[in-house]
């Protein structure tokens, strides 16, 4: 049981490059999340998935886009990158209520993704 | 909307000693409470939350937390630090609106635990 695994661990892009981070959990949770952390910010949730073929935005959406294609994968993707999205991306799943009603079911986190864009 | 302030970004102990990182959340309604651990170079994990019920819950790691309404607070605690507790703590809230268990988090207190 692997829990929320996330690849690559390090990437290091040049400005307007592009590329997708992978995310995947074995626990058959139906919600996943995508979140950024910065210095002295926290975590900021950027996107959101509750089901296979479904994506909400977050608090941080713009630059990025997300896909769940099937229920254990959540992919981020980054089509060009700016400076400003230098950061750690986490991703976290949970299981959901019936309805998307607010439960207090822990989230559990991948191990992160530390990107750098030059 | 929901906020969450964790006063001080930095907090200092010596082994042995109290530990104290404070956690204010801003809705007149309670949301569920979390506290968060991360370890360097790794991703969060749980160490308590609060649902309803008792308020002062008990986490791993000799951690606890007191729920006050009044105070629209959720103070982390733990009686004598270790070294092993150097890490980043984050206190996060699910507002009971707005569905599908979104973490609204604080900014993070780190830890320093020195001999």
């Known amino acids: 049981n692997a829990g929320v695994t996330q690849t690559p661990k390090f990437r290091v892009l040049k400005t307007g490059q592009s590329m997708t981070l992978l995310c995947a959990q074995d626990?058959?949770?139906?919600?996943m999340y995508w979140y950024r952390q910065d210095p002295g910010m926290g975590l900021r949730l950027i996107h959101y998935s509750v089901g296979e073929g479904t994506t909400a935005k977050g608090e941080v959406p713009d630059g990025y886009n997300v896909s769940r294609l099937k229920k254990q994968n959540f992919l981020l993707g980054l089509e060009s990158a700016a400076p400003s999205q230098t950061s750690v991306y986490f991703c976290?799943?949970?299981?959901?209520?019936?309805?998307?009603?607010?439960?207090?079911?822990?989230?559990?986190f991948g191990p992160g993704t530390r990107l750098t864009v030059l | 909307a929901q906020s969450v302030t964790q006063l001080g970004s930095h907090v200092s102990v010596s082994e042995g000693a109290l530990v104290l990182l404070r956690c204010n959340y801003s809705?007149?309604?309670?949301?569920?409470l979390f506290w968060y651990v991360q370890y360097p170079n790794q991703g969060l994990q749980l160490l308590l939350k609060y649902t309803t019920g008792a308020t002062l819950v008990k986490g791993i790691n000799g951690f606890e937390a007191e729920f006050k309404k009044s105070e629209t607070s959720f103070h982390l605690t733990k009686p004598s630090a270790h070294m092993s507790d150097a890490a980043e703590y984050f206190c996060a809230v699910i507002p009971l609106s707005g569905g599908y268990n979104k973490l609204i988090f604080g900014a993070g207190t780190r830890l320093a635990v020195h001999p």
């Open positions: 809705s007149s309604v309670p949301p569920y």
């Open positions: 976290a799943s949970t299981s959901g209520l019936a309805g998307g009603y607010t439960s207090s079911n822990e989230q559990f």
């Open positions: 626990m058959n949770h139906e919600y």
